[in-house]
């Protein structure tokens, strides 16, 4: 069985500091892993992607992550924070090369205190 | 442009009503799915369509049905509307390994 949790449901910081949103998951597959950010009353777009690659991934507007199997762990960071990264951010986990089970985190609110 | 395509993008009926939400998902993707986004629920996925067949069921309640077409575009019937059926409907279409890629989505307000 897969599953996502995303630790924290809201991260506030403040701009120009780093910004960590951490994600675990589960998955009895290979899994690929993705990270989205909705802004408000927008669509999902795709940050960056993990896909059995290179175990750190570079996403766009300064996002990275690293896939840790050890710790089962796929956190999403960037070195500084911008007023415009505030926004919802969902992890997800897929099964292998099968789209038969996504599944979301329950997401985490980005504030950015200017 | 996403790829993926959303109509309408907003949508407002009454309770009891019959809706249709219109999904064309991006070229060369067989697979679609059905997300619903509210408030108290977050997001869930609802239905999954590969190559016009359902491939996966997730949330999905019984008033709602869905289709994918030859063309490879897919609708979502919305029936017996309900006051807390008032959501953001998200369509994705997706390609191994590529991550799915969402469409602006169709914001239906049942009042």
């Known amino acids: 069985a897969q599953s996502v949790t995303q630790l924290d449901s809201h991260v506030s910081v403040s701009e120009g500091t780093p910004v960590l949103l951490r994600c675990n998951y589960s998955?009895?597959?290979?899994?690929?892993l993705f990270w989205y950010v909705q802004h408000p009353n927008k669509g999902l777009q795709l940050l960056l992607k993990?896909?059995?690659?290179?175990?750190l991934v570079k996403g766009i507007n300064g996002f990275e992550a690293e896939f840790k199997k050890s710790e089962t762990s796929f956190h999403l960071t960037k070195p500084s924070a911008h007023m415009s990264d505030a926004a919802e951010y969902f992890c997800?986990?897929?099964?292998?090369?099968?789209?038969?089970?996504?599944?979301f985190g329950p997401g985490t609110s980005l504030s950015v205190i200017p | 442009d996403s790829g993926v395509t959303q109509t309408p993008k907003h949508l407002i009926t009454a309770t009891g009503q019959r809706v249709t939400l219109r999904c064309s998902p991006r070229?060369?993707?067989?697979?679609v799915y059905w997300y619903q986004q509210s408030l108290d629920q977050g997001l869930q996925f609802l239905i999954q369509?590969?190559?016009?067949?359902?491939?996966a069921k997730g949330n999905i309640l019984e008033r709602f049905s869905a289709q994918q077409f030859p063309d490879l575009h897919s609708e979502l019937n919305l029936s017996s509307l309900e006051l807390g059926d008032s959501a953001l409907y998200f369509c994705?279409?997706?390609?191994?390994?590529?991550?799915?890629?969402f469409g602006q989505g169709t914001r239906l307000t049942v009042v």
């Open positions: 994705a279409s997706s390609v191994v390994s590529q991550g799915i890629l």
């Open positions: 998955s009895s597959y290979s899994p690929s």
């Open positions: 993990y896909t059995s690659a290179a175990t």
């Open positions: 997800v986990v897929s099964g292998g090369t099968s789209y038969d089970k996504v599944i």
């Open positions: 070229s060369g993707d067989l697979s």
């Open positions: 369509y590969y190559n016009g067949e359902e491939r």
